[in-house]
Nanobody, 114 residues
Framework: QVQFVESGGGLVQPGESLRLSCTGSGSIRSTYFMVWYRQAPGKQREKVASINYVGDVTYYEPFVRGRFTISRDNAKDTLYLQMNSLIPNDTAVYYC???????WGQGTQVTVSS
């Protein structure tokens, strides 16, 4: 059973940055495409960004493009999400997973508020 552990969230002010991390007990280095998702209060979970195994193909949803950067270190079995210029609408629980998620980790809470 795949289990991911997300970390790095917190409370920040608009315009600030956070870097999220995700570890997978070997699951990340064995997964070709990794994805960051998020779920805001009262809303459905949505994709944020994805990255291929090598890291040379990335995709960002329009609402984070230019502000967020996804990356991975397969040797460390870790996925990252660098989030800059955060806005209140980025407030959500952030999760990492593959492209066909079955199980979810606990996620990490990101709150952007002044």
């Amino acid at each position: 059973q795949v289990q991911f552990v997300e970390s790095g969230g917190g409370l920040v002010q608009p315009g600030e940055s956070l870097r999220l991390s995700c570890t997978g007990s070997g699951s990340i280095r064995s997964t070709y495409f990794m994805v960051w998702y998020r779920q805001a209060p009262g809303k459905q979970r949505e994709k944020v960004a994805s990255i291929n195994y090598v890291g040379d193909v990335t995709y960002y949803e329009p609402f984070v493009r230019g502000r967020f950067t996804i990356s991975r270190d397969n040797a460390k079995d870790t996925l990252y999400l660098q989030m800059n210029s955060l806005i209140p609408n980025d407030t959500a629980v952030y999760y990492c997973n593959n492209t066909s998620p079955v199980n979810w980790g606990q996620g990490t809470q990101v709150t952007v508020s002044s």
